[in-house]
């Protein structure tokens, strides 16, 4: 049971935004595990990973990193 709603919605909402901001490493990441690992990371997780992909980390390292954080 839920205490506040409103905490719950935002929850929810959170993990929403960071399985979009995933959707930028479908190339990478495997999309059937994105929701899995929206609601597993933090903002700052996917940002991490979004900032490595970005910066040239091979695809291996950046799933490995995505395991181990989820």
Do not use: C, W, Y
Request: proline fraction near 3%; glycine fraction near 6%.
């Amino acid at each position: 049971m839920v205490d506040n709603p409103r905490a719950a919605g935002s929850d929810s909402q959170a993990v929403h935004r960071r399985a979009e901001h995933l959707n930028a490493l479908d190339a990478i990441l495997p999309f059937d595990r994105r929701d899995q690992l929206a609601a597993l990371l933090t903002d700052d997780d996917v940002a991490t990973l979004k900032h490595l992909a970005q910066e040239g980390m091979g695809e291996n390292t950046l799933r490995a990193l995505a395991s181990d954080l989820g």
